[in-house]
């Protein structure tokens, strides 16, 4: 696995879900499998994630929450490379789709340099998402 991600979806400051980026309930992850595919690829950070064969943290997240607590709740995200230094954690254009149709009011995710960018998901709709 070539990085490690986390989502906490909170509303009214109580956390409501958690996910993490791995393999879907009864498959190997990259770990166990002893590959990563984009890996192997050489598949840049971003791209191609239809090859990838986990489920995403927020999407893990979303889909452990009802509808009622993911409306108008943050999701904060974060994540770490192969070597443990904290990433980039913007969401992927797939995770935004979902995060735009679970109508989370606020996304927090780590910039990558010890700061947090914050988004309302609904900028995201001036832009093809």
């Not at 791995?22 to 002893?34: F, H, Q, T, V, Y």
């Not at 607590?69 to 904060?76: H, S």
């Not at 070597?83 to 149709?101: D, G, T």
Request: proline share 4%; aromatic share 6%.
């Amino acid at each position: 696995m070539r990085s490690k991600y986390g989502a906490v979806i909170t509303r009214d400051n109580i956390i409501v879900s958690t996910g993490y980026h791995g393999a879907p309930a009864g498959m190997k992850d990259c770990l166990e499998a002893g590959k990563c595919t984009r890996k192997e690829l050489q598949i840049p950070h971003g791209e191609r994630y239809e090859l990838c064969h986990s489920v995403h943290a927020e999407a893990n997240a979303i889909i452990r929450a009802s509808a009622d607590e993911l409306r108008g709740a943050t999701i904060y995200i974060s994540g770490t490379d192969d070597e443990s230094k904290e990433c980039p954690s913007e969401p992927c254009m797939m995770c935004k789709r979902m995060i735009l149709n679970s109508k989370i009011a606020k996304v927090v995710y780590s910039d990558g340099n010890k700061g947090f960018i914050v988004v309302v998901p609904g900028t995201w709709l001036k832009k093809r998402v």
